[in-house]
């Protein structure tokens, strides 16, 4: 793989230095991990840029008509009204916090790159809708502070291109109001500390560039952004940098597909997806085209998948490295989705409308994200599906009570495998809620910068490798089956084998390949039997080399074992585990509370619930482990 991805890459070198110029025509279809890549349109040269960039600014996000339709909705739109009052608070705070400085945490800049992000969509939206010079000389005083570090930390490019983001809607929404040496420190500053660190010296295009993770999209977008803001100054460098990223960038879409399904999770889908919008809202206004990003196979089909995770309880479903809670804040990534299909589930109204001193921090791309909410009209309002599944390299499926759903049931299941970006060794594993509880937890993500910070391995993800310590990482952190308490085979692929969305929906999942030969066979059946309970049902065969099988359920309830089971307590509220498959065996509780390693992430009340199957006992080396869990 990694061969063939260094001649792609030197083919594209060498396109480009005898005639890049030249249409992907010829290159239809290149391959990634088996799969078949779409290419995006991609005309990019100078001379296409000096024909078709738009010339008037802004052209970020904003041009000229869109400015005009903003301005008119804020006085007649009462979301709009209300999200601008939002920011408008936002931007007034931001007058009371000191200017940035270079401080690097650990290895990053990126809380530093992320803050001015969120400071220039607040005080630059602000400022034009206003033309407020008092809001022109804060952003003059951010854009000098960030553009006279001296780098952007280009070890950790995430940090580059989220400030080359920041400093080019800065300069493109204040063009011709800033001092003219502003503007120069700021064109230099996305050239030499931008652009220029992603094009290694070696010749060689940088990891993320073709990568298939969020990066590729952060990173890309970033330096596009760059790219359109100084593109009169280099219009070569500023046009080969277009062209590889509109050429990368298919390599991270290919993750949504087919389905929408985001590999990374819930809030990764954030992050991904939310630099993917505001570049394609870039492109649209600078050149009035996004060569085909928008319509990528399975991209807009993610807006479900995001909506879906949204759990009744407030939570996520929390699987890979994802967030446990969302916020109160309507979401702005998902109004693209509503703007771009006229669906009203993916537009949350009520959110936006929350009084403005109500509302949390806005997120650092809201201000951007005023624009398509502005442009949102609605032309559906589809209902959302009570059982879904998607495909992909980290399949899940989901099953809902209806809308009106007085249980608030919900059930969230999944494949996948450890080495999938962000992800854990948690194939088969699941969440549960039931009337407001989540029953069955998943153990979420922990911080980054604090692990690094000792020194851990967080991010190599070999069989034996350091990650899989930890329970947010390993299968003994997760409700799955685990066999001669063992980890998963972290290449191991869970995949959806079928699916049933009928009145009483269920899915079947092919697990065997987890458990690195442990088992002959492995399949684990969701079945939402009633609307207060769940079947869990594992199918499985043994080997010569199985010696125990584990059921394993995590949750932070009280547990109280009983003769059959298990009856979990919670916030007055009860659920019963039943053991319909092993009477003679009893279920035993671990408490994880305080988690066995001193790096692992402290959840308090944590605890496994263990139904233990000793190899002796199966017959014929073949057992139907069943489990029910049921409203009490």
Known sequence: ???????????????????????????????????????????????????????????????????????????????????????????????????????????????????????????????????????????NDELVAVCNFTDWNPSHFLDVAEMSLAVSLALDWTKGDL????????????????????????????????????????????????????????????????????????????????DGVYPEGSTYWEYGTGFSVITIAMLESAFGTDFGYGSFPGFKDSALFRLLCNAPTGWYYNFADCGDRRGFNGDGILAWFAYKTGNKAFFEEERFLVPVDKMSKLERLDGSALVWISQYREKDDARLPTAWKGDGSNPIVIFTGEKEDPHRYYFGGKGGRGSVNHGNMDGGSFVFELNGVRWVVDPGNQDYNSLEQTGFDLWSNCQGCERWTLLTKNNFGHSTLTVNEELHAVDGLVTIKDFNNGKTPETTLEMTPAFQGLLRSAQRQFRKDSPVSLTVEDRIEITEDTKLVTWQLTTTADVELVKDGAVLRQDDKSLKIENLSHPGLSMSVVSLYPAPLKLDRQIVGLKRIELRIPAWTVENKKTSIRVRLVEN
């Open 179 to 258: 001092p003219k040496a502003t503007e120069e420190l700021a064109i230099q500053s996305l050239i030499e500390k931008g652009i220029k660190p992603s094009w290694p010296g070696d010749g060689k295009n940088p990891d993320w560039a073709y990568g298939n993770n969020n990066w590729n999209q952060v990173c890309n977008g970033g330096m596009i952004a760059a790219s359109i803001a100084v593109a009169e100054t280099v219009p070569d460098l500023a046009a080969k940098t277009i062209y590889r990223a509109l050429d990368g960038i298919p390599h991270a879409l290919v993750e949504y597909m087919p």
């Open 1 to 139: 793989m990694k061969t063939y991805l260094y001649l792609n890459q030197l083919a594209v070198l060498f396109l480009f230095l005898c005639s890049w110029q030249e249409t992907t025509a010829m290159l239809m279809a290149q391959q990634t991990k088996g799969v078949s890549v779409p290419k995006l349109e991609n005309p990019v040269n100078r001379q296409y840029l000096q024909h078709n960039l738009r010339k008037s600014h802004p052209r970020l996000v904003l041009n000229s008509a869109i400015e005009k339709d903003l301005k008119r909705k804020i006085k007649s739109d009462p979301v709009v009204k209300n999200m601008y009052g939002a920011i408008r608070l936002n931007a007034v705070s931001i007058y009371d916090k000191p200017l940035l400085e270079r401080i690097q945490t650990g290895r990053r800049l990126l809380g530093v790159s992320r803050e001015m992000l969120y400071r220039v969509n607040m005080l630059g939206m602000v400022y034009r809708m206003e033309k407020d010079p008092a809001v022109l000389k804060r952003l």
